[in-house]
């Protein structure tokens, strides 16, 4: 607190620094959130450092060795085509995972931008901007993903734009309603006051404000993300193989449920567990963020 | 009331308009255009005819024009694949994704609120927190992935249930065949009825007429059932609106995961055929199905709560 009123008083913007250190103290408290967080430290570090360790390429065919089961040589045992079923769900997980990050990070690119303009500005950019944003939330956006997905292409860059582009929603308003909030504050008028330009203003004092709400949305952004991708690459409309996701590695598990059914679970769970750790995640920071909805 | 119904209705035909507009200009970036989407065997006079036919040569604006014109007479344009038309071809498959549609409305609108009840009564404890557990479950496994599962126990495993397409004409057949798509639908919507009936409970319960009924003296049963619940009731109406569209997004999953053969599974096979007038319809079909809902679910939603009109 002294500290805080030490910083302001030098003039420096440290609000957003001691709130993140006061944020990770109280995820230590909220057990499962922190277990969340830590589980998906360990699931991707496990992704992108396994494949060090586990150095079978995860897209060498071997018919011979089809659908086997697990072995000192493949210990998960192989699909369909004879791969490596622990190689291909490394390197599955990081186009899965990188997917969701990837997607957050444009979800939150267009929802701030929207969101923090309509707030900000008001008037009819307001009114244009969040009547967009209300038209799209009232749309079936897996059916446009789809539309989009067929006639643009299906790489994972673009499956991680459509994702963006078809869920920014959510972030919009709530950057919106944060950005209404700050834009009132005396520390605000006081920046306009000393004749900063309404952009600076924007970009320098309100958005930091935004920030802990945008984690909380991002958060729960990426576990919806990495359930879109997996939907649409197990309809055959996403990320096209060789290239793994956990997501297409389902796409043949139907085929093989009677004879292999190990391939139809791994995935299933690897996702599950996944979106529900950034979820009771997102909970939890929700809850660190806004106590009253706590218990509610 | 008649002036909010104009505006929201007006509303309504502005969303139609930008969702086709959105549809139809990303069809028409296609590289090649349209025409691209066409099937692969098809020789170069084909395409050119087919091109003519379909007023492709036409500027794209043009065509958006005609395009509306035609969707505002019901027609739909005609399926590439099969060249039936695309109105025909969609309208064959709507009873059966309305069937799975409407059993997952009532199931999730009945045994959400009977959580969300039961949730809020037990505030923090453990039955609370055993709901609220399954709520992220619920919203966090991949639909297909849990239809997957559910075949490989109940039907491959226990035999029990069928594990595709919509059984025979007898009751008992349609109720068995169609038992594990309500379910999976009803697991992306229950959770999200279960929340917000228990939020909103919680925030009636704390209100002032709340504390004068049980001080008067009434039964806790009276006080819940019939003064708390019928206010918290109110909002739960407004996410039914807010559900349709997820709804239906499950359904192209469960659709294709079951062998359905509603509109989900038809966006599906369009898709992969790069039927381009049928993508378009389907999407304009659905969008139309779920802003009309909406509409319906706004107009209930200011009937039952007045203070709704002033804000609307």
Redesign the interface.
Known sequence: MSQTAEANVKGENVIPTSRFRSFFRQLLKNKVAFSAFVFLVVIHVGVFLGPFIWTVNPDAVDPANALASWSAEHPLGTDDLGRDVLSRMLYGGQITLLVGLGSMIFTVLIGGLIGSAAGYFGGWIDTVLMR?TE?M????????A???????GKSPMMVVLVIAFTSWMEIARVVYGETLKWKETEFVEASNAMGSSSMRTLIKHVIPQTIPSIIVASTLGI?WAI?TE??IS????GIQPPTATW?NM?QN??QY??TA?IL??L??VA??LV??AY??LG?GLRDMLDPKHL?? | MLQFVIKRFGQSIVLILIVTIITFFLMNLAPGGPSSMMRLDATEEERQAIAEQLGLNDPVVVRYGNWLVNAFQGDLGLSLSSGEPVMDRIMERVPYTLQLAVWTILISVIVGIILGILSAKKRNKWQDHVINFGSVIGLSVPSFWLAIMFILLFSVQLGWLPSSGVGGASLMEQFTSSLMPVIILSTATLPTIVRFTRSSMLEVVSQNFIRTSRAKGLKERVVIYSHALRNALIPVISIIGVLIPRLLSGTVIVESVFGWPGIGRLIVEAAEGRDYNLVMGVTVIVTIVVIISNFIVDIIYSKVDPRVKNVG
């Not at chain 1, 197990?234 to 409309?237: A, E, I, P, S």
Request: without cysteine; neutral net charge; aromatic residues 14%.
């Open positions: 967009f038209a939330l009232s749309i079936p956006n897996f059916f446009l789809l539309v989009a997905l067929t006639v643009l576990a359930l997996s939907a197990y309809l055959g409309l997501g389902l598990a139907q449920i009677w059914p139809g679970v995935p299933g996702i599950t979106v529900l979820n009771f909970d218990g509610k």
